[in-house]
C-alpha cells in the first residue's frame, strides 16, 4: 500500500505531539511515537519509564500495543520521534514487536529537523527476524 505524505506528515505531527505526554524522569528522553492501520486509523503514544527501569516501556510498544487494543492486527507505517540532532531507530524489542504486526511496515524516525529524517522497511532495521511463521 503507498502512503500519502499528507498522511505520513500527520503521523510524524501525532508522533512529535505524543512526545509532549512522555514520563520520563530518570532518563530526561521524550519519545512519541505514532502507527498507522491498515484500516487508515492513528494510534498515538509516548515513553513511560518506571523506577525499576525493567518495566519502562518505549513509545513505540505502547502505540502499538493501543493498536492492537482498539482491534488492529496490520501495521502500515510507524513515526518515532525524539528531540535530538539526529534521528533515533527503534529498539530491539520494538523492532521485534512490529514484526509481528508490521512486517511490511515503513519505519520514519524523525526529528524537529526534517532534513535529518530517515526512512526504513522493517526488513532493513530487523533482518531474518523470528515471527508467527517462525513457530
Known sequence: MAISEVVLDELK??????????????SGFAVGAA????????????????ASFGLSNCAERN??????????????????????????MPCGACRQVLAEFGADAVI?????????????ALAELLPAAFGPASL
Open 13 to 26: 505531527r501525532r508522533a512529535r505531539e505524543a512526545a509532549g505526554h512522555a514520563y520520563a524522569p530518570y
Open 35 to 50: 502507527v498507522l492501520t491498515d484500516g487508515g486509523e492513528i494510534h498515538s503514544s509516548a515513553n513511560v519509564e518506571n
Open 63 to 88: 502505540a502499538i500495543f493501543q493498536a492492537v487494543a482498539h482491534g488492529a492486527r496490520k501495521l502500515e507505517a510507524l513515526a518515532i520521534y525524539t528531540p535530538t540532532a539526529a534521528a533515533t
Open 108 to 120: 520514519i524516525c524523525c526529528t524537529n529537523d526534517d532534513s535529518r529524517e530517515r526512512r526504513f
